[in-house]
T-cell receptor, first 118, second 113 residues
């Protein structure tokens, strides 16, 4: 089945040690998103790729970076994780057309990576 | 992007119909209304989307009045497995780099036996 896969499911990293989370998709969707979700909060959009174009949210800290080497893969890099970065990180994809009025509601989320910072 | 307001939490019992209402007073002409469901430690899952009137699928119905300033997600005969957080989102889903989902607070639905 076509899907969005996040690895690893659980990640423990040390304070200040760079960590990379990965996301892959078999849907051939052109847009990929990274969300951060802290306990009992709603997912918060960090950034997204529209094809190869990177779009950062204004309040996303510089500590968070992303790479998208091809359509199928997208990575979230946290350069120096702090205790406050402990959260569930969700990857999502969607297929968006270039024409006005085309509606696509099929955001597909992965199961997430739960990051613990020690 | 239109802001949404939902109840923080709701309680229900198995077999009952549950209606969760979402307010979106500043919804734009091109905006669609979409609902997602999220279980603990999982990503959100698409439930239903609509633009106006009523939409029904195999899991839920979505009622949207003529002014579109609110919407109601209806879950028929809930079971314990419907316990989850339900998010109402409003946005324009057409091509462009600005197309993105911004989540509101969501409604935690707790279904009791």
């Amino acid at each position: 089945d076509a899907m969005v896969i996040q690895n690893p499911r659980y990640q423990v990293t040390q304070f200040g040690k760079p960590v990379t989370l990965s996301c892959s998709q078999t849907l051939n969707h052109n847009v990929m998103y990274w969300y951060q979700q802290k306990s009992s909060q709603a997912p918060k959009l960090l950034f997204h790729y529209y094809d190869k174009d990177f779009n950062n949210e204004a309040d996303t800290p510089d500590n968070f970076q992303s790479r998208r080497p091809n359509t199928s893969f997208c990575f979230l890099d946290i350069r120096s994780p702090g205790l406050g970065d402990a959260a569930m990180y969700l990857c999502a994809t969607s297929s968006q057309l270039g024409t006005m009025g085309a509606s696509t509601y099929g955001y597909t989320f992965g199961s997430g990576t739960r990051l613990t910072v020690v | 992007l239109a802001k949404t307001t939902q109840p923080i939490s709701m309680d229900s019992y198995e077999g009952q119909e549950v209606n969760i209402t979402c307010s979106h007073n500043n919804i734009a002409t091109n905006d669609y209304i979409t609902w997602y469901q999220q279980f603990p430690s999982q990503g959100p899952r698409f439930i239903i989307q609509g633009y106006k009137t009523k939409v029904t699928n195999e899991v839920a119905s979505l009622f949207i009045p003529a002014d579109r300033k609110s919407s109601t997600l209806s879950l028929p005969r809930v079971s314990l497995s419907d316990t989850a957080v339900y998010y109402c989102l409003v946005g324009t889903f057409h091509g462009g780099a600005t197309n993105k989902l911004i989540f509101g607070t969501g409604t935690l639905l707790a279904v009791q036996p």
